[in-house]
């Protein structure tokens, strides 16, 4: 089965700062990726998806993920965070062993400060 | 403008009570799915369905049975609930495999 690390259970950024969440994933199958964001007491938002073709994937509110192959990995990037960016950051894959499974990461909180 | 509506919101059971949590989409979705959130373990996939009258294990799906008997709805059920089952539900569902998932607010279930 595959497994899905975020190695980061928290993330403290200062406003206007770039960011980086980290995601590795352990199978290197034909993959399928997202990010997805979770605000307090909400359900999962999808941020962004990477399913084939350009291994830069830019998503809403100007954040953008890479696919990396030979790193099994799928980073999440922003420029410069604003203080609404404050929530929960997962990332999910499903893989060529089963394409109907997702296997979401522990998640990542990300805290915009002023 | 609904999409996924998870029925109740909150609960709390006494251990060795049962319940059915329900979930409504309206957006002809074929495949629906349910998860638990727990504190650092991110969402595990208990059970899912690829289509009405369809179900399939997920990665955690001892203690919970569900039905699928119409396209739009999802119930998934806990015959005998144990303190383990604490958590908080997530449905979501996607027009096909592979492609982005949308999900409901939650079902937030205490078991004591």
């Known amino acids: 089965a595959q497994s899905v690390t975020q190695l980061d259970s928290q993330v403290p950024v200062f406003e206007e700062a770039p960011v980086e969440l980290r995601c590795n994933y352990s199978s290197s199958v034909s993959v399928y990726l997202f990010w997805y964001v979770q605000y307090p007491n909400q359900g999962l938002q999808l941020l962004l998806k990477y399913l084939s073709g350009s291994t830069l994937v830019k998503g809403i509110n100007g954040f953008e993920a890479e696919f990396n192959k030979s790193q099994t990995s799928f980073h999440l990037r922003k420029p410069s965070v604003h203080i609404s960016d404050t929530a929960e950051y997962f990332c999910a894959v499903s893989d060529s062993g089963n394409f109907n499974k997702f296997y979401f990461g522990s998640g990542t909180k990300l805290n915009v400060k002023p | 403008n609904a999409g996924v509506t998870q029925t109740p919101k909150f609960r709390v059971l006494k251990t060795g009570q049962s319940m059915t949590l329900l979930c409504a989409q309206d957006m002809n979705h074929e495949y629906m799915y349910w998860y638990r959130q727990d504190p650092g373990m991110g969402l595990r996939l208990i059970h899912y369905?690829?289509?009405?009258?369809?179900?399939a294990k997920g990665e955690v799906p001892d203690g919970y049975n569900v039905s699928r008997l119409k396209k739009q709805n999802f119930l998934l059920g806990l015959e005998s609930a144990a303190p383990s089952q604490t958590s908080v539900y997530f449905c979501?569902?996607?027009?096909?495999?592979?492609?982005?998932?949308?999900f409901g607010d939650g079902t937030r279930l205490s078991i004591l």
């Open positions: 369905s690829v289509g009405e009258g369809t179900t």
């Open positions: 979501a569902s996607s027009p096909f495999s592979n492609q982005p998932q949308h």
